[in-house]
């Protein structure tokens, strides 16, 4: 017994040294620290063998899986992708059916059978929820339009995965009976769950709030509570784990929580990607080679071309689509798990399983670099995409009056909200400018004049008419593309005030240093405003209550209008 604790100890102690200082080495280097979790799971086990049982790692990584599922469902805020609904869930289910024809057609090319050549189908339709979402966050881009996007379609992702995983479950001895019985079972375990989040759980977790150890407590609990619950009728605990997730993930306490297991995300997010490395057989990489080589094209090459061109058919401009279809670039944890589970219901080889694995692997790793450097490919690749215009051009102009704006905004949400709302007594003056369709939707019912594409785009910046404007406001946070602007309106126009918008000190003086004349730092705006509200309001009651009112009477409004995408302001 003590020996095997012993082991057990001496095993975690060394891949948290040498992960350590790996993670130490690439931080140096500028490198994502998951593929130092990857290289040390590979150095230990198929290539210097330093550690041969990884029963024990393998168990406690696939409580790992479980564990961060439920962390990404906890982390999944349903109400922040409810403006891009239709592209998310219908769009989504259109690209998770033609990347599994795609896999499923190549697979039998390639010469695998036909329930071999469906989990290979099902490995390439699926993303990593868990990977975007770590990406996303460590960038600050979870609120942009394209996080938004990605987000939405990885939820359809992980609905529909959850379905699959409850139909192959019962694949052996199907028929309509048992596969009705299993989504009765899913669907009473998922309508429990809601009604648990609407009226159980909300006074639960207002009392365990009071006592942060408590909170953590509570939230482990109900994740154990549902992966058991879901375990015990034929489901993986990995779903059940997930939708406890969502089900604490829309709660008051939703932020408390995610912070309270952060450092146990971190922990099994570790332990997850070196089993992945320990289960990698150079055996199959050199036998397998041309399968391995045709599905990562498919995944690194052909699924982002193929979810772009959806988001452009559902009318998002080149720039957010490429944002979105890049960081769907890869093969999920889901896909691990649908093919963990064909494993162990005799569906497919350990082979195969191994397929999974390196392709898994390799594409969270490149998709780490793509997502990392996505503004350099999409620069590199502006040229080329513009082919994906054709499905978002027309109708790119709204004028509704005669008179040509002579002010221009680009980006209409939250600060360039309230700048509109500035200068609505003379809407003919205004041209907004937004990439977001759903916005320029309700910019038109406003009545508004407007331009319907990304600001960095030449056929967009032609249709501003910068020599002869006033005025051009930009609340885009991003550096580069107010970068652009400054320069084009510059070029054109020497007379145009210019005011841009920065998130940081150094990126404000960088834009002052390129011309800009006034440049909005939201954050030094906000607390000068408190700054500003408290010496009027200390010790006046009315009027703080006046300015109460009046800043609620502003948030309902925005809310109904919809105004929640930042990236454009």
């Given at each position: 017994?003590?020996?095997?604790?012993?082991?057990?100890?001496?095993?975690?102690?060394?891949?948290?040294?040498?992960?350590?200082?790996?993670?130490?080495?690439?931080?140096?280097?500028?490198?994502?620290?998951?593929?130092?979790?990857?290289?040390?799971?590979?150095?230990?086990?198929?290539?210097?063998?330093?550690?041969?049982?990884?029963?024990?790692i393998d168990s406690i990584s696939i409580i790992g899986v479980a564990f961060l599922l439920f962390i990404v469902g906890l982390e999944m805020d349903l109400r922040a992708v409810k403006n891009v609904a239709l592209v998310s869930s219908v769009g989504g289910v259109i690209l998770l059916i033609l990347l599994f024809v795609t896999g499923y057609v190549a697979a039998l090319v390639l010469g695998y059978l036909g329930?071999?050549?469906?989990?290979?189908?099902?490995?390439?339709?699926?993303?990593?929820?868990?990977?975007?979402?770590?990406?996303?966050?460590?960038?600050?881009?979870?609120?942009?339009?394209?996080?938004?996007?990605?987000?939405?379609?990885?939820?359809?992702?992980?609905?529909?995965?959850?379905?699959?995983?409850?139909?192959?479950?019962?694949?052996?001895?199907?028929?309509?009976?048992?596969?009705?019985?299993?989504?009765?079972?899913?669907?009473?375990?998922?309508?429990?769950?809601?009604?648990?989040?609407?009226?159980?759980?909300?006074?639960?977790?207002?009392?365990?709030?009071?006592?942060?150890?408590?909170?953590?407590?509570s939230s482990l609990a109900v994740c154990f509570l549902f992966s058991i619950a879901f375990s015990e009728i034929g489901f993986s605990i990995a779903i059940g784990a997930f939708i406890a997730g969502v089900t604490l993930g829309n709660l008051t306490y939703s932020v408390e929580i995610a912070g309270k297991v952060k450092s146990l995300k971190d922990f099994f997010a570790l332990l997850f990607f070196v089993s992945?490395?320990?289960?990698?057989?150079?055996?199959?990489?050199?036998?397998?080679?041309?399968?391995?080589?045709?599905?990562?094209?498919?995944?690194?090459?052909?699924?982002?071309?193929?979810?772009?061109?959806?988001?452009?058919?559902?009318?998002?401009?080149?720039?957010?689509?490429?944002?979105?279809?890049?960081?769907?670039?890869?093969?999920?944890?889901?896909?691990?798990?649908?093919?963990?589970?064909?494993?162990?219901?005799?569906?497919?080889?350990?082979?195969?399983?191994?397929?999974?694995?390196?392709?898994?692997?390799?594409?969270?790793?490149?998709?780490?670099?793509?997502?990392?450097?996505?503004?350099?490919?999409?620069?590199?690749?502006?040229?080329?995409?513009?082919?994906?215009?054709?499905?978002?051009?027309?109708?790119?102009?709204?004028?509704?009056?005669?008179?040509?704006?002579?002010?221009?905004?680009?980006?209409?949400?939250?600060?360039?909200?309230?700048?509109?709302?500035?200068?609505?007594?003379?809407?003919?003056?205004?041209?907004?400018?937004?990439?977001?369709?759903?916005?320029?939707?309700?910019?038109?019912?406003?009545?508004?004049?407007?331009?319907?594409?990304?600001?960095?785009?030449?056929?967009?910046?032609?249709?501003?008419?910068?020599?002869?404007?006033?005025?051009?406001?930009?609340?885009?946070?991003?550096?580069?593309?107010?970068?652009?602007?400054?320069?084009?309106?510059?070029?054109?126009?020497?007379?145009?005030?210019?005011?841009?918008?920065?998130?940081?000190?150094?990126?404000?003086?960088?834009?002052?240093?390129?011309?800009?004349?006034?440049?909005?730092?939201?954050?030094?705006?906000?607390?000068?405003?408190?700054?500003?509200?408290?010496?009027?309001?200390?010790?006046?009651?009315?009027?703080?209550?006046?300015?109460?009112?009046?800043?609620?009477?502003?948030?309902?409004?925005?809310?109904?209008?919809?105004?929640?995408?930042?990236?454009?302001?």
């Amino acid at each position: 017994m003590i020996e095997g604790v012993s082991q057990t100890f001496f095993q975690l102690g060394l891949i948290f040294i040498i992960t350590a200082a790996t993670a130490y080495i690439l931080r140096l280097l500028k490198q994502p620290q998951i593929l130092a979790y990857v290289i040390v799971g590979i150095l230990l086990t198929p290539v210097f063998k330093v550690i041969t049982n990884t029963s024990i790692i393998d168990s406690i990584s696939i409580i790992g899986v479980a564990f961060l599922l439920f962390i990404v469902g906890l982390e999944m805020d349903l109400r922040a992708v409810k403006n891009v609904a239709l592209v998310s869930s219908v769009g989504g289910v259109i690209l998770l059916i033609l990347l599994f024809v795609t896999g499923y057609v190549a697979a039998l090319v390639l010469g695998y059978l036909g329930l071999e050549a469906a989990y290979l189908g099902l490995m390439v339709a699926f993303s990593s929820t868990m990977l975007v979402m770590k990406m996303l966050s460590d960038r600050k881009e979870l609120q942009t339009l394209h996080g938004r996007l990605a987000i939405g379609i990885l939820l359809t992702n992980d609905v529909v995965a959850i379905l699959v995983l409850s139909i192959l479950s019962s694949i052996n001895q199907f028929s309509f009976y048992l596969l009705g019985i299993s989504l009765l079972k899913f669907i009473s375990m998922f309508l429990i769950a809601y009604l648990a989040s609407k009226f159980l759980f909300p006074s639960i977790f207002k009392f365990a709030a009071k006592n942060q150890e408590l909170l953590l407590i509570s939230s482990l609990a109900v994740c154990f509570l549902f992966s058991i619950a879901f375990s015990e009728i034929g489901f993986s605990i990995a779903i059940g784990a997930f939708i406890a997730g969502v089900t604490l993930g829309n709660l008051t306490y939703s932020v408390e929580i995610a912070g309270k297991v952060k450092s146990l995300k971190d922990f099994f997010a570790l332990l997850f990607f070196v089993s992945l490395g320990m289960g990698i057989s150079p055996g199959v990489i050199k036998t397998a080679w041309l399968p391995i080589v045709v599905l990562l094209v498919l995944v690194i090459f052909l699924k982002p071309v193929i979810a772009m061109t959806i988001c452009s058919l559902f009318r998002y401009t080149k720039k957010p689509a490429f944002l979105t279809a890049n960081s769907l670039a890869q093969v999920g944890e889901f896909s691990l798990i649908i093919a963990a589970q064909g494993v162990a219901l005799g569906h497919i080889s350990q082979d195969l399983f191994s397929i999974v694995i390196v392709i898994m692997l390799a594409t969270i790793t490149t998709s780490t670099y793509f997502m990392q450097y996505e503004d350099v490919l999409y620069k590199l690749l502006q040229k080329p995409l513009k082919i994906f215009n054709r499905f978002t051009t027309e109708g790119l102009e709204y004028l509704p009056t005669e008179e040509k704006p002579t002010i221009v905004l680009c980006g209409y949400n939250r600060i360039g909200y309230s700048i509109a709302q500035g200068l609505s007594e003379d809407k003919k003056k205004l041209l907004i400018v937004d990439f977001n369709p759903e916005v320029i939707t309700q910019v038109i019912k406003e009545g508004y004049h407007s331009v319907y594409g990304d600001v960095t785009d030449e056929e967009v910046l032609e249709h501003m008419n910068l020599s002869k404007i006033t005025m051009l406001i930009s609340t885009v946070p991003a550096i580069n593309d107010n970068i652009l602007l400054i320069r084009r309106v510059r070029n054109r126009n020497k007379r145009a005030q210019i005011i841009v918008t920065a998130s940081e000190v150094d990126e404000a003086l960088r834009l002052y240093r390129e011309g800009a004349d006034y440049v909005i730092l939201p954050h030094f705006l906000g607390g000068e405003h408190v700054s500003n509200l408290i010496s009027r309001v200390q010790g006046k009651n009315r009027i703080l209550q006046e300015e109460k009112v009046r800043h609620l009477e502003h948030l309902h409004k925005r809310k109904a209008l919809g105004h929640e995408h930042p990236k454009n302001g």
